[in-house]
């Protein structure tokens, strides 16, 4: 089991930036995939960027160059970077993990409890 906390949403004006902590414990050596998914109401959960074990980085198109994923081994910590915030970024964002790569949303083992994101225009 992995157990995975987020930190860090809050409400910010557009083009401002928030930084995302996602702090995983449990049996994280199994894991090979982080990232950060976002809902935004009345749409379907998306992925918004990926890291693998061998440091691979995926985003979404929307958000390519706007946002940064990272980890720190050390403190088993994933973080998402996000500067230039628009409107449309506003969800509610969740950290996942899976010891498997390049698979669909829908079937992530693991998820935090999500944190909201608001972008005021």
């Known amino acids: 089991q992995v157990h995975l906390v987020e930190s860090g949403g809050g409400l910010v004006q557009a083009g401002g930036s928030l930084r995302l902590s996602c702090a995983a414990s449990g049996n994280i050596f199994s894991i090979n995939l982080m990232g950060w998914y976002r809902q935004a109401p009345g749409k379907q959960r998306e992925m918004v960027a990926e890291?693998?074990?061998?440091?691979?980085?995926y985003y979404a198109n929307s958000v390519k160059g706007r946002f940064t994923i990272s980890r720190d081994n050390a403190k088993n910590t994933v973080y998402l970077q996000m500067n230039s915030l628009k409107s449309e970024d506003t969800a509610v964002y969740y950290c996942?993990?899976?010891?498997?790569?390049?698979?669909?949303?829908?079937?992530?083992?693991?998820w935090g409890q999500g944190t909201q994101v608001t972008v005021s225009s």
């Open positions: 890291i693998t074990s061998g440091d691979m980085t």
């Open positions: 996942a993990a899976d010891p498997r790569t390049e698979i669909p949303v829908a079937v992530i083992s693991y």
